[in-house]
Antibody
């Protein structure tokens, strides 16, 4: 059974960098055919896809965040990471990691990140 | 980007009812559409993919149809655990995009 688990600080100060990691169990990031994705959900709002990284390190970033974000892969530890620079209150959201063949399945449980001083 | 428009945004129904949620894409996405259910405080869960294919373990009361730009999710004989939010998502082209969601609550 494939499981994903997000981890990282729940509170980030404005202008600083948000860093989250998604640990994968039950599957290998080295196996092709999947795109390892990040999504977010602002409080009480809908779902927004942030971007993905493939097993070979190919990335695609949503244009709304492209200039501030970096995705990376750590195959040794079977995890992938999101870094989002220069955060503002508008980045306060629940962040999810997910595996995508085409649709997203499975998802991590999500982690709330609040941007506040 | 492909825009996904869901309707209604909210819906009240009773246990045992049949409900339908629609999703319209701003361009042809063939059958590259998934439906998700989200219970408050939980991650979304895929119900259907390829517009009409039921994900393993999902009850048969959930069904989907459509192709091109117009899609529907139907839930027959609503159960108490079905009261949640539902989202459509296209995966024909990146960036992947979602509908704004439909909140289904108990009448």
């Amino acid at each position: 059974q494939v499981q994903l688990q997000e981890s990282g600080p729940g509170l980030v100060k404005p202008s600083q960098t948000l860093s989250l990691t998604c640990r994968v169990s039950g599957d290998s990031l080295r196996r092709g055919g999947y795109y390892w994705s990040w999504l977010r959900q602002h409080p009480g709002k809908g779902l927004e896809w942030i971007g993905y990284i493939s097993y070979s390190g190919v990335t695609y970033y949503n244009s709304t965040l492209k200039s501030r974000m970096t995705l990376s892969l750590d195959t040794s530890n079977n995890q992938f990471s999101l870094r989002l620079n220069s955060v503002t209150a508008a980045d306060t959201a629940v962040y999810y990691c997910a595996r995508a063949g085409q649709y997203f399945d499975p998802w991590g449980q999500g982690t709330l990140v609040t941007v506040s001083s | 980007d492909i825009q996904m428009t869901q309707s209604p945004s909210s819906l009240s129904a009773s246990v045992g009812d049949r409900v339908t949620i629609t999703c319209r894409a701003s361009q042809d996405i063939y059958t590259s559409l998934a439906w998700y259910q989200q219970i408050p405080g939980r991650a979304p869960k895929v119900l259907l993919y390829a517009a009409s294919r039921l994900e393993s373990g999902i009850p048969f009361r959930f069904s989907g149809s459509g192709s091109g730009t117009d899609f529907t999710l139907t839930i027959n004989s609503l159960q108490p655990e079905d009261f949640a939010s539902y989202y459509c998502q296209q995966y024909d082209l990146v960036p992947y995009t979602f509908g704004q969601g439909t909140k289904l609550d108990i009448k």
